[in-house]
């Protein structure tokens, strides 16, 4: 019994034709059709043709009736002449349906990356960088945050940076302190330290940390004074606002880590800088004078100092030798006063040897002839001046007065 395999849903004849006339059944012979065949007998390409080069390319509409064809015959639509029959293609879609349902949930984690799985949209687990899987949709899902790159928010200004006409008034400027305005512009650095809480804690943590780091600067600057600020303080106010960010992003779990604030520029407004910078200059010519009088007080003050110390030390050198010589003349007063006491005629008479001496040995002599008449006796008792040579004295002889 005879079947037709020429209908239009077969995958193997040409649309509207038969499949040889045969009348037989069987399979027509390679190359007279299939889904890309042109229905000819000879064998062609995927577009059919003549067996020794390139035929004419079919038309657009004709490639899509043949695919559908095809596709027909896998699922048993083309009779017994299709590739799978009945259920068994079905299974086998079936089949093939799950195994790439079953394959999309092998994921990748980059290696400066952490997975995140959650089951039905709730956090389950965290996985290593690498191939993993997970459950495939809508059981399972992966996210990737990146775990160690190091975000950068800029508050004041935009990457242009702050002296390229790109900084943003609202953001950068301030009040101080002592109620003055500055123009403040840094940068944050951040990365993600929890991926569980950064993902489900805050809705835009990007806008949180730059919100946080703002307001922290505000309350900085709002009690440090302009000078300060401008100043010294600059690395202080960068380490309490990094702090104190952190402590409110802790506080809201965020999962964030500040790892850095950098001032690029602290400034007072644009409007009043040149004004601002002739008081600097004020103030830097007042501290160069002070610094050059402190100098000078440091080298003339010691020096007075020290001088006043050497004439105290010697005064009290000299105080102590007068109490000494005084002290001295006194014992030895005493020590004379004791001996005439005990002896009064040998004490006097010593005394008087004493003193003659002393005289004598301190006047000059005086040589005169001893046939002069009338001579006044000259007792020189005025020392000699200072530093004046001592008279020799004469050696004695016949005739010499003294």
Same mark, same amino acid.
């Given at each position: 019994?005879? &079947?037709?395999? /020429? !209908? $239009? +849903?077969? %995958?193997? =004849?040409?649309?509207? @034709?038969?499949? *040889?006339?045969?009348?037989?059944?069987?399979?027509?012979?390679?190359?007279?059709?299939?889904?890309?065949? &042109?229905?000819? /007998? !000879? $064998? +062609?390409? %995927?577009? =059919?043709?003549?067996? @020794?080069?390139? *035929?004419?390319?079919?038309?657009?509409?004709?490639?899509?009736?043949?695919?559908?064809?095809?596709?027909? &015959?896998?699922? /048993? !639509?083309? +009779?017994?002449?299709?590739?799978?029959?009945? @259920?068994?293609?079905?299974?086998?879609?079936?089949?093939?349906?799950?195994?790439?349902?079953?394959?999309?949930?092998?994921?990748?984690?980059?290696?400066?990356?952490?997975?995140?799985?959650?089951?039905?949209?709730?956090?389950?687990?965290?996985?290593?960088?690498?191939?993993?899987?997970?459950?495939?949709?809508?059981?399972?899902?992966?996210?990737?945050?990146?775990?160690?790159?190091?975000?950068?928010?800029?508050?004041?200004?935009?990457?242009?940076?702050?002296?390229?006409?790109?900084?943003?008034?609202?953001?950068?400027?301030?009040?101080?302190?002592?109620?003055?305005?500055?123009?403040?512009?840094?940068?944050?650095?951040?990365?993600?330290?929890?991926?569980?809480?950064?993902?489900?804690?805050?809705?835009?943590?990007?806008?949180?940390?730059?919100?946080?780091?703002?307001?922290?600067?505000?309350?900085?600057?709002?009690?440090?004074?302009?000078?300060?600020?401008?100043?010294?303080?600059?690395?202080?106010?960068?380490?309490?606002?990094?702090?104190?960010?952190?402590?409110?992003?802790?506080?809201?779990?965020?999962?964030?880590?500040?790892?850095?604030?950098?001032?690029?520029?602290?400034?007072?407004?644009?409007?009043?800088?040149?004004?601002?910078?002739?008081?600097?200059?004020?103030?830097?010519?007042?501290?160069?004078?002070?610094?050059?009088?402190?100098?000078?007080?440091?080298?003339?003050?010691?020096?007075?100092?020290?001088?006043?110390?050497?004439?105290?030390?010697?005064?009290?050198?000299?105080?102590?030798?007068?109490?000494?010589?005084?002290?001295?003349?006194?014992?030895?007063?005493?020590?004379?006063?004791?001996?005439?006491?005990?002896?009064?005629?040998?004490?006097?008479?010593?005394?008087?040897?004493?003193?003659?001496?002393?005289?004598?040995?301190?006047?000059?002599?005086?040589?005169?002839?001893?046939?002069?008449?009338?001579?006044?006796?000259?007792?020189?008792?005025?020392?000699?001046?200072?530093?004046?040579?001592?008279?020799?004295?004469?050696?004695?002889?016949?005739?010499?007065?003294?």
């Amino acid at each position: 019994m005879s &079947s037709n395999s /020429g !209908g $239009p +849903g077969s %995958p193997w =004849g040409s649309p509207g @034709g038969s499949s *040889g006339g045969n009348g037989s059944g069987q399979r027509p012979p390679p190359g007279g059709g299939g889904p890309w065949g &042109s229905g000819g /007998g !000879g $064998p +062609g390409g %995927p577009f =059919g043709g003549r067996p @020794g080069g390139p *035929g004419p390319i079919p038309d657009l509409d004709q490639l899509i009736r043949r695919l559908q064809a095809f596709v027909g &015959s896998i699922l /048993g !639509g083309g +009779g017994p002449r299709g590739r799978f029959t009945g @259920g068994r293609g079905l299974a086998l879609l079936g089949i093939a349906v799950v195994a790439l349902w079953l394959a999309s949930g092998i994921y990748r984690v980059e290696p400066d990356e952490q997975g995140v799985v959650l089951r039905f949209g709730a956090f389950n687990r965290t996985t290593l960088p690498g191939l993993n899987y997970h459950l495939p949709w809508p059981i399972e899902s992966a996210l990737t945050p990146a775990v160690t790159r190091i975000n950068r928010i800029e508050i004041g200004y935009r990457s242009g940076g702050p002296q390229s006409g790109n900084g943003v008034p609202e953001e950068s400027l301030m009040l101080t302190g002592d109620e003055n305005i500055i123009d403040i512009n840094f940068v944050v650095f951040w990365k993600i330290s929890n991926a569980e809480d950064y993902l489900f804690n805050t809705r835009s943590p990007d806008v949180i940390v730059k919100a946080v780091a703002e307001s922290s600067m505000r309350e900085v600057i709002g009690r440090t004074p302009i000078q300060p600020a401008l100043t010294e303080l600059r690395g202080q106010i960068a380490t309490d606002v990094q702090r104190q960010t952190q402590q409110v992003l802790d506080n809201y779990h965020a999962g964030v880590e500040i790892t850095g604030v950098q001032l690029q520029g602290v400034n007072p407004p644009a409007e009043v800088i040149e004004s601002f910078l002739d008081v600097q200059r004020a103030n830097t010519d007042a501290e160069r004078i002070r610094n050059e009088a402190d100098a000078y007080r440091n080298d003339i003050v010691p020096r007075a100092r020290g001088q006043a110390a050497a004439i105290v030390a010697e005064a009290q050198g000299a105080k102590a030798a007068s109490i000494a010589q005084a002290t001295g003349q006194t014992q030895r007063f005493l020590s004379v006063l004791h001996a005439y006491q005990q002896a009064k005629e040998v004490t006097l008479r010593r005394m008087y040897i004493e003193t003659m001496q002393d005289i004598l040995t301190r006047s000059p002599a005086l040589v005169v002839d001893d046939k002069l008449k009338g001579l006044v006796p000259f007792l020189p008792l005025n020392p000699p001046a200072p530093g004046a040579p001592k008279p020799a004295a004469p050696a004695p002889s016949q005739g010499t007065q003294r």
